[in-house]
């Protein structure tokens, strides 16, 4: 039998894409166009993080400005009815008593909202005056922070806003009249503590220089206050 012939091999490779101008033209154009969009893909990207995040920052931080000023408003409508509620309390202890003096008055008088240095000198002379005493200018030893040794080891803690300082007050005179003083300084509708005292003598007199210690709180801030949440 005659041998079958075998198909003729087909050779099939591309065939070559010319490399004139315009086809190396359009490919240099078709791989600067892949890249420019490939590039602007990556920039919408991150510009879209980016904006995504800032608004995201933007409503925490309005969700915890808006808790911040509920809470603030709930404060100011509590206040208001604490207020309220003390309102008549004031009313009384504003009201002047039978020596023409309210409670309110005696109270800042007792603890008053500054160190009143000039006020507690005044009452130390119409103290002296009433007692024939003769007071020399106060002073403060250690600079009103400091004083004697045993003032130091007796310092307790005061409570929160409240203050003191430190007074010496020179006195002399006879001995039933520097007592009268004394005791009259006891009776001090101020508070203050006696923490110190020397003693000397003169012709006919004696001299004493008690040291007192003074005291004054701050009135409270009740101004609305407001705190950014975490």
Known sequence: MPEATKPPVINKKPAPIPQTDTS???D????????AMVAL???ML???GATLYWLIGRYVYQTN????????????EKKKQDIAALKPNFDAIKTPGPNGKSEADLILN???TDEGFREFVGMIENMAQKTNVRVSSLSKPGGGAGGTAAALNSAVALPSGVQSSQVSVPVEGSFDNVIAFLKATENSSRVMDFVSMSIGSTT??????PTFKIYWQAPANIQPTQRELQ
Request: charged residues 20%.
């Open 46 to 48: 991150i510009v879209g």
């Open 41 to 43: 893909t990556l920039l």
């Open 24 to 26: 190396l033209g359009d």
């Open 65 to 76: 400005q808006n808790k911040a000023q509920d809470e603030t408003i709930e404060l100011l």
């Open 28 to 35: 240099k154009a078709t791989r600067n166009f892949v890249f």
């Open 110 to 112: 007792a603890m008053p």
């Open 204 to 209: 006919g007199n004696i001299s004493v220089s």
